[in-house]
């Protein structure tokens, strides 16, 4: 039997805005296994972002409960949410959000630094996940100095780092053109082969047609959960 990693259960996020009320998660109830690789899609504002706020101890829902790796997550101050981030999950960001003064090796290392680790391990550490994702060799380099591909995979190779239990990618392929799109979501595959954990939010159809399993929300609500070959089949 697979293991439960991700265990969200009736949740809602709620806001309001002058009087209404916008219910940016509308009883969300989604279990993901260790092993998986989860899409989650959705019309812009349907409720993506908020999901993967919440999944990536971002944010706390407004009810609900969330349990990450056993871990109550859904009632912890920011102190331990930073914490539960650091420990288990290594995110993915369109924008890559490498900082530019500083060298690939040590952008890399950031999230063992402040997980407290070391710097040899650190750098051994860093080195290693340089090298899965073939960039070993650019460790000097400034983040401008590559190209946008090499720049995302600078960053997958950031959230490795810590061997985290999941991977978390926001729009991953969002500023890369077609081909260097193919190569991260190759990676990404890859990566779920050797048995991490990924899920990945997206605005596009073509994108989550790469995960095993897709979930689709709209106004805040799950109206669709299932195998990747099911869901091209309602596309
Ligand atoms: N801080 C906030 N205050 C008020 N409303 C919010 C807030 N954050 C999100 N919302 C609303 O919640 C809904 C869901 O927003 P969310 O950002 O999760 O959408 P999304 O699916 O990520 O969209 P996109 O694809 O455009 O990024 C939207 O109607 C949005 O306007
Ligand atoms: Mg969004």
Avoid at 32 to 61: H, Q, Y
Avoid at 117 to 146: F, Y
Wanted: glycine residues 10%; hydrophobic residues 35%; aromatic residues 6%.
């Amino acid at each position: 039997m697979a293991e439960p990693l991700i265990e969200l259960k009736d949740i809602y996020k709620i806001y309001q805005l002058g009087g209404e009320e916008v219910r940016a998660s509308d009883g969300v109830t989604l279990t993901i296994c260790r092993g998986e690789f989860v899409a989650i899609v959705g019309k812009s504002g349907s409720g993506k972002s908020t999901l993967m706020n919440i999944i990536g101890a971002l944010d706390v829902p407004s009810s609900g409960s969330y349990y990450l790796g056993g871990e109550d997550v859904g009632n912890m101050g920011d102190h331990q949410l930073a914490k539960v981030r650091n420990k288990m999950i290594g995110f993915i960001f369109q924008q890559y959000n490498l900082l530019p003064k500083l060298n690939l090796l040590e952008n890399v290392e950031l999230p063992l630094l402040y997980s407290g680790i070391g710097t040899e391990e650190r750098k051994e550490k860093a080195m290693e996940s340089l090298r899965r994702v073939g960039l070993e060799e650019k460790w000097r380099n400034l983040p401008n100095q590559l190209s946008g591909g090499q720049q995302q995979r600078v960053s997958i190779a950031r959230a490795l780092a810590g061997s985290p239990s999941l991977i978390l990618a926001d729009e991953p392929t969002g500023a890369l053109d077609s081909k260097t799109s193919r190569d991260v979501l190759d990676f990404l595959k890859q990566l779920n082969k050797e048995g991490n954990t990924i899920v990945i939010i997206t605005h596009d159809s073509t994108i989550a047609m790469e995960a095993e399993r897709v979930v689709r929300v709209h106004d805040g609500k799950i109206n669709f959960d299932g195998d990747v070959n099911e869901y091209s089949a309602i596309l």
